[in-house]
């Protein structure tokens, strides 16, 4: 589904947040990629929705190589790829079923398709008896559990979660997880970042390590026995921070 081929990214003040990432994601594959805050796990979310460019390698979504996808088809790229962040990037004056209703009405699907469609992902995210709220009045998870809906109404076949559960509490973190593991289990193929390990530790996932923009580690964690045959890469970390 995503394929980085020797990724590298360098901004351009200089640093090296990505340095020749290579990686393979399955169809309907549950992917937590780790690793501590700066060692970019965020630029590479941006990379895979095309909100910046390597500097080098190849990056292929659904089959094609992004950086052959013209200005005016990125629409289609960011439909197929829906992303969550650690704040759920709400509409505040809109209502719960609005902050929905205006990614489908962008969408152009009918009044009728709006209404069926959005009904369905509160459902879905278990937020329905929000409908008329506003972003102000909801708990942390359920303004989380809308940022999910918000993203899960292209109907993407890809969902990248990063940091969902930063500003969680421990007990509704596991929720956030739970749901991103349903939705994955209905066939969405997820990604999920976090730097806190303590949450995800127990779940069955095909596992990224980045260490100062290097992949340092690509496993598969399994609790029965797989589908997928074992695998794991480990590389040195790099000595010096390549920030300087
Ligand atoms: N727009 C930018 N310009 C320059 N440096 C950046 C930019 N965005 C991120 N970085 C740097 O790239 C590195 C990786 O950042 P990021 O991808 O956000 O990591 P993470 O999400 O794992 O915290 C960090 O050193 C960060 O400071
Ligand atoms: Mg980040």
């Given amino acids: 589904m995503i394929i980085f081929d020797s990724v590298s990214k360098i901004y351009g003040n200089g640093t090296v947040a990505l340095d020749k990432v290579s990686f393979a994601v399955g169809v309907g594959e549950f992917m937590i990629i780790s690793g ?23 990056i292929v979504v659904d089959g094609d190589d992004i950086s052959e996808i013209p200005h005016k088809n990125l629409h289609l790229l960011r439909r197929k790829v829906g992303v969550i962040f650690q704040d759920a990037k709400l509409l505040e004056g809109k209502t719960v079923a609005e902050n929905v209703d205006i990614v489908l009405e962008i969408m152009g699907l009918s009044e009728t398709e709006i209404v069926k469609r959005r009904n369905d992902l509160l459902e879905l995210t278990g937020i329905a008896h929000h409908s008329s709220d506003f972003p102000s009045q909801l708990s942390g998870g359920e303004a989380q559990r ?6 899960l109404s292209t109907q993407p076949k890809v969902l990248f979660a990063d940091e969902p559960t930063g500003n969680l509490d421990p007990a ?53 026995s797989s589908h997928h045959p074992s695998k794991e890469t480990k590389k040195e970390a790099p000595d010096e921070d390549k920030k300087t």
């Fill in 36 to 58: 501590p805050s700066g060692s970019g796990k965020t630029t590479l979310m941006k990379l895979i929705i095309k909100e910046v460019d390597p500097t080098h390698g190849k």
């Fill in 146 to 151: 809308l940022g999910i809906a918000r993203a």
């Fill in 172 to 224: 509704t973190a596991k929720d956030i997880i739970g749901l991103l593991q349903d939705i994955n289990t209905q066939g969405t193929t997820v990604l999920m970042a976090t730097h806190d390990l303590d949450y995800v530790k127990h779940i069955k996932a095909h596992r990224l390590v980045l260490t100062k923009g290097v992949l340092t580690s690509d496993s598969f964690a399994h609790h029965t």
